[in-house]
């Protein structure tokens, strides 16, 4: 079964860091590329971040000005997202996905079920 | 690009046709456009990409058409469990946007 399976989320003050965990299984790991979506209370779906298959090719979100870093360890089936600078504004569920294909030009086939992320002193 | 979703909200009974409407801000590459559905408390779900192309597993009430700026999704026959919130995304460009998103609701 192709499960995608988050943690890392949590409650953190403004100015500080996390780092997100996708644990993947049930596919070719490498053979996808992966991203990163959020979605605030009561809000929309925001890509933040997404990465190649082979880790090639890093993409991310214009609003998040190099705070945060998105990569992935193949030989774990493991993707991550490193959060630094963190502000009200990024409370949300951080949701995984895998793509459809090797590249980010691709749609996200598949989501877990997500990691709240909390931001507040 | 940005993407515009209308209506916000359709009231609609089971058995109607839904038709959602997605327009970006410039031609979207490729016809990179997917569909998603969205119940509460669960995660997005694909149900149309490459504008037309329907995902595994999707039945086929479900469609997408469109090209350029302006997307549709219909369904042709509402069922219960159709009732949700759906998204547009382009995913030709990065970053990849999603439209605000359209609620389907039971009239």
């Known amino acids: 079964e192709v499960q995608l399976l988050e943690s890392g989320g949590g409650l953190v003050q403004p100015g500080g860091s996390l780092r997100l965990s996708c644990a993947a299984s049930?596919?070719?790991?490498?053979?996808?590329?992966m991203s990163w979506v959020r979605q605030a209370p009561g809000k929309g779906l925001e890509w933040v971040s997404g990465i190649s298959g082979g880790a090639g090719s890093t993409f991310y979100a214009d609003s998040l000005k190099g705070r945060f870093t998105i990569s992935r360890d193949n030989s774990k089936n493991t993707l991550y997202l490193r959060m630094n600078s963190l502000r009200a504004e990024d409370t949300a569920i951080y949701y995984c996905?895998?793509?459809?294909?090797?590249?980010?030009?691709?749609?996200?086939?598949?989501w877990g079920q997500g990691t709240l992320v909390t931001v507040s002193s | 690009i940005v993407l515009t979703q209308s209506p916000g909200t359709l009231s609609l009974s089971p058995g109607e046709r839904a038709t959602l409407s997605c327009r970006a801000s410039?031609?979207?590459?490729?016809?990179?456009l997917a569909w998603y559905q969205q119940k509460p408390g669960q995660a997005p779900r694909l149900l149309i990409y490459d504008a037309s192309s329907r995902a595994t597993g999707i039945p086929d009430r479900f469609s997408g058409s469109g090209s350029g700026t302006d997307f549709t999704l219909t369904i042709s026959r509402l069922e219960p469990e159709d009732f949700a919130v759906y998204y547009c995304?382009?995913?030709?460009?990065?970053?990849?946007?999603f439209g605000q998103g359209t609620k389907v609701e039971i009239k």
């Open positions: 049930g596919f070719t790991f490498i053979n996808y590329a």
């Open positions: 410039q031609s979207v590459s490729g016809s990179y």
């Open positions: 995304q382009q995913y030709g460009s990065s970053p990849g946007t």
């Open positions: 996905a895998k793509h459809l294909g090797y590249g980010v030009i691709t749609p996200q086939e598949l």
